[in-house]
């Protein structure tokens, strides 16, 4: 940093103040000055910089860049802290809260995945099921399966009775 016209270390006085008419940049102790404006580090001052002597103000933007990564660090891991505190939260719920709420979170899951929240809610539902539970629903879709065309061809028949019920009233 350079010595401001007016300050300790400088025998010109600002300006402004004395009316002054000299050139905006004059020498003082060493350094260049403009007039209270940005005081410029003379030749000698940059080439210890150059050199590789740290300044003041080398170790404070150090310092605040270090305290910046402190402090983003810290606030991402609350952010994260806070994130997997509800995904506990979800899945405690998702194991407590039986089939309905398995069912609806399936839904909400193939949703956000752009899926059918239908075979989502399905999916939900059916990994909420116990193993034995699992094995029943497995046994009565083989059963309607199996026991489809038997349905079908009494539907048919209930059809058939009706028709003729009908036209033998008529």
């Known amino acids: 940093m350079g010595v401001v016209a007016g300050q300790p270390g400088c025998d010109h006085r600002n300006s402004a103040a004395t009316g002054w008419p000299g050139p905006e940049r004059e020498r003082c102790a060493g350094r260049e000055v403009d007039e209270g404006r940005n005081a410029m580090p003379a030749a000698s001052e940059t080439a210890a910089r150059e050199s590789g002597a740290v300044t003041a103000q080398d170790r404070l933007v150090a310092d605040l860049r270090d305290l910046l990564a402190a402090l983003l660090d810290k606030a991402f891991g609350l952010a994260l802290d806070g994130i997997e505190r509800f995904a506990r939260f979800l899945d ?12 609806v979170l399936g839904g909400v899951r193939a949703a956000i995945g752009g899926h059918s ?9 059916v990994s909420a099921l116990s193993p034995a539970g699992r094995v029943a629903l497995i046994a009565v879709l083989v059963l309607a399966l199996l026991l489809l065309p038997v349905t079908v061809v009494l539907v048919l028949l209930a059809l058939i009775v009706l028709a003729v019920v009908a036209v033998a009233r008529s």
Not at 92 to 103: E, F, K, L, P
Not at 117 to 125: E, I, K, L, N, P
């Open 117 to 125: 929240t239908v075979w989502g809610a399905v999916r939900g539902a």
């Open 92 to 103: 405690g719920v998702s194991a407590r809260g039986g089939i309905s709420v398995n069912a």
